[in-house]
Each structure stands twice: as C-alpha cells, then as structure tokens.
C-alpha cells in the first residue's frame, strides 16, 4: 500500500503532501522535514531508493525523482513494487506536463487550488485529481497517463456543466429580485 505522496521543493517546502494512512497535522509536518532532509543530502548519481523504516516504521521504502527544483516521493510498504513505484511516478509527472503544458514549480504553487482550463473547459484543483485518478485509498487505480487525461477531463465537462446549472427555479430567483 502507498502510505504517503509528497512534492516537495528544493528548499524543503512542501508543495503537496497527501498521507493514505491518518497522521496528525504535527506528525505530518515532522515525516516531511525527515523526509526532506534525507533527500537532500543525496548525491545526484545515487539510488532513488530508500529504506525509511526509521522515519516511516517498519516494512517502509520511499522512491524519488528529482525533477528541476521539485522532489517527486512516494512511500509505501513492501507489498508494492519499488520499480513500478518508480514507473508511477513518471506517470504522475508526465500527466501533470500535459496537463500543463511542462509542469514546473510555479504550475503547483499558483494553480494549486484555483481553476485551470484544460481542454477549453475548467478543473479545480489538477493537481488532486490527477493523483486521485492515478492513487486512490493508498491503491493504484490508473497507470496509463491517457486514461488518467480523459478522466480528468470528464471532471472537468462535470464540474462545467454543474456551474451552469441553476438549483434555485426561476419563478423564485425573479419573485427575490423584486
């Protein structure tokens, strides 16, 4: 099971951090900074695979990416495969550049909450639905990045067409306007 999805920056500033198993607020904050501080003393030419039984419990493994100033980690137990964990991140990474259009740090800080349009139409929040496609309940759902695509651009034709739809009658919206 996945038990925790960070991105973090290159100076130990959470950008998303979304915990599969409940961690106190304090306790999440605390797995974060370790985190971040193992992975920043990491040379660039070593493993991207850790055994963070000392910051995590036992069983645990975490599995990195270091894309520009962004540090992609995923933890999880040994019932999943670290290269397919490896694999899922590519997938995460590669769904979010088209989502997009090259992904980079400013995306996930600016647009982290607020609307994007993606195909014409408008999604809130991207970057939680996008990991919720692909990771949901600490189980992997999706692993192709086109099928994750067209999910998220059906949320987007839902949350469209829901904006537009009016719950309050006519005949009660024009009866307040007098």
């Given amino acids: 099971m996945i038990q925790a999805v960070m ?3 290159t100076q130990g500033k959470p950008r998303l951090a979304k915990f599969y198993e409940f961690q106190p607020v304090e306790k999440q904050q605390e797995l974060i900074r370790s985190v971040y501080t193992v992975l920043s003393c990491r040379a660039e030419n070593v493993s991207n695979f850790l055994d963070v039984e000392s910051i995590f419990g036992p069983n645990t493994r975490l599995v990195y990416k270091h894309f520009a ?9 040994s019932s ?9 991140i590519q997938v ?3 769904t979010l550049d088209k989502c997009f259009k090259n992904v980079c740090e ?10 994007v349009y993606f195909s014409h139409l408008a999604v809130t929040n991207v970057l939680h639905t996008v990991l919720d496609e692909i990771i949901f309940g600490g189980q992997v759902l999706e692993t192709s990045s086109t099928e994750v ?19 309050v009658p ?3 919206s024009s009866w307040r306007s007098r």
């Avoid at 100033?69 to 137990?77: A, G, I, N």
């Avoid at 400013?106 to 609307?115: A, F, G, M, T």
């Avoid at 067209?150 to 009016?166: D, F, G, Q, Y």
Wanted: no cysteine.
């Fill in 170 to 172: 006519k005949s009660v």
């Fill in 69 to 77: 100033t962004l540090y992609f980690v995923f933890v999880f137990d």
């Fill in 149 to 167: 695509l067209k999910a998220v651009e059906e949320i987007a034709r839902l949350e469209t067409a829901s904006n537009t739809i009016s719950l």
């Fill in 7 to 9: 991105v973090i920056n």
């Fill in 106 to 115: 400013l995306d996930v800080v600016l647009n982290y909450s607020k609307v």
């Fill in 92 to 94: 995460f990474v590669e």
């Fill in 80 to 88: 999943e495969n670290e290269l397919a964990m490896l694999d899922l």
